[in-house]
């Protein structure tokens, strides 16, 4: 039973900074493609950032570039969403994702979406003030 559980979420001012956390079990994880996504409120669930089942391949949405870092942990199966420089527009509820690596690129959601993400954590808030 695939299982992923986010944590990390907190509230921050504006500059702050935050590490979301994804703690996966039940499959294979270094088979997988794994990815963040966030959801503001009234606004449709976006893709943020994702990292290929080796880790050697990371995209990122454009607002985040130079801001947020995705990275994994394979001893521990854990993967990371390091964010820096906070702004009131991060403001959402932070979901990981996961998907097996098969051959689509990890990178196709920033075409593709959130389609092709076959297990998803509970999600976990982060709020950013001004």
């Known amino acids: 039973q695939v299982q992923l559980v986010e944590s990390g979420g907190g509230s921050v001012q504006a500059g702050g900074a935050l590490r979301l956390s994804c703690a996966a079990s039940?499959?294979?994880?270094?088979?997988?493609?794994m990815g963040w996504f966030r959801q503001a409120p009234g606004k449709e669930r976006e893709g943020v950032a994702a990292?290929?089942?080796?880790?050697?391949?990371?995209s990122y949405a454009d607002p985040v570039k130079g801001r947020f870092t995705i990275s994994r942990d394979y001893a521990k199966n854990i993967m990371y969403l390091q964010m820096n420089s906070l702004k009131p527009e991060d403001t959402a509820m932070y979901y990981c994702a996961a998907r097996p690596q098969n051959n689509l690129s990890c990178s196709a959601w920033r075409s593709r979406g959130e389609k092709d993400f076959r297990y998803w954590g509970q999600g976990t808030q982060v709020t950013v003030s001004s």
């Open positions: 990292i290929s089942s080796g880790g050697g391949s990371t």
């Open positions: 039940g499959y294979t994880y270094s088979s997988y493609c």
